[in-house]
């Protein structure tokens, strides 16, 4: 039945003037807003919905993954750009933020609402 649509994911934010400028600015992202939303432009064409929620909660899981070719440059542009890696407990990082501990390389960081992305490079 929805084999053929073009299926999009989304999540809210408390600050959409915010949200684009780190999505737009921050990550470089295609961004466009209309009714008070905004649409990211993946790479590939696929597309997030991003929508203003006043009691906006961050989700507690990763709601967004960029894969990257090389994770060290990956960190140091966002880390240049302003942007803090995440650490939690039990998951190792080294002193740039990227977890080294088995599968991918990744690097956890949140946008302005709080949200977990991450960028990840695959071994």
Do not use: C
Not at 4 to 16: M, W, Y
Not at 50 to 70: E, M
Not at 88 to 109: C, Q, S, V
């Amino acid at each position: 039945m929805f084999r053929d649509t073009e299926a999009f994911s989304g999540f809210s934010v408390d600050d959409i003037p915010a949200a684009r400028a780190f999505y737009e600015r921050t990550l470089g992202l295609a961004v466009a807003e209309e009714h008070g939303m905004l649409r990211l432009r993946l790479g590939g064409g696929a597309t997030v919905l991003v929508y203003p929620k006043a009691d906006h909660t961050p989700a507690s899981f990763t709601i967004l993954n960029f894969p990257v070719d090389d994770i060290e440059a990956a960190v140091a542009e966002l880390s240049r750009r302003g942007v803090e890696f995440e650490r939690y407990p039990g998951l190792e990082t080294d002193e740039k933020g990227i977890f080294r501990g088995g599968g991918p390389l990744i690097a956890w960081f949140t946008d302005p609402a709080g949200n977990v992305l991450s960028v990840l490079q695959e071994p």
